[in-house]
Nanobody, 119 residues
Framework: QVQLVESGGGLVQAGGSLRLSCAASGHIFRIKDMDWYRQAPGKQRELVAGITRDGVTNYADSVKGRFTITRDNAKNIVYLQMNSLKSEDTGVYYC?????????????WGQGTTVTVSS
């Protein structure tokens, strides 16, 4: 059974940094795209950053220049380095991955990790 587990969230002051990790485990044949989403209190979940297997990245305008997404294909891990954090970055951060198993493909989500930025 495929599972995604995020870690690295916490409380940080505005201007600080955090690094989130998301590790995929299970009977994985191949992982295609990996993404980070976030959901702020009272708001809809939004895409923060995405990365293809080949390393092509895309970012929400609100985080460009501050966040960096990377991945380790050998370890099935995706990272999100968050610098110059702002109070509006507060929310629950989820990773999502398009995973190919022997039996087929599916989109999987982690359980989320909470980021709180104090001003």
């Amino acid at each position: 059974q495929v599972q995604l587990v995020e870690s690295g969230g916490g409380l940080v002051q505005a201007g600080g940094s955090l690094r989130l990790s998301c590790a995929a485990s299970g009977h994985i044949f191949r992982i295609k795209d990996m993404d980070w989403y976030r959901q702020a209190p009272g708001k809809q979940r939004e895409l923060v950053a995405g990365i293809t297997r080949d390393g092509v990245t895309n970012y929400a305008d609100s985080v460009k220049g501050r966040f960096t997404i990377t991945r380790d294909n050998a370890k099935n891990i995706v990272y999100l380095q968050m610098n110059s954090l702002k109070s509006e970055d507060t929310g629950v951060y989820y990773c999502k991955a398009e995973i190919f198993e022997i039996s087929g493909r599916g989109d999987y989500w982690g359980q989320g990790t909470t980021v709180t930025v104090s001003s």
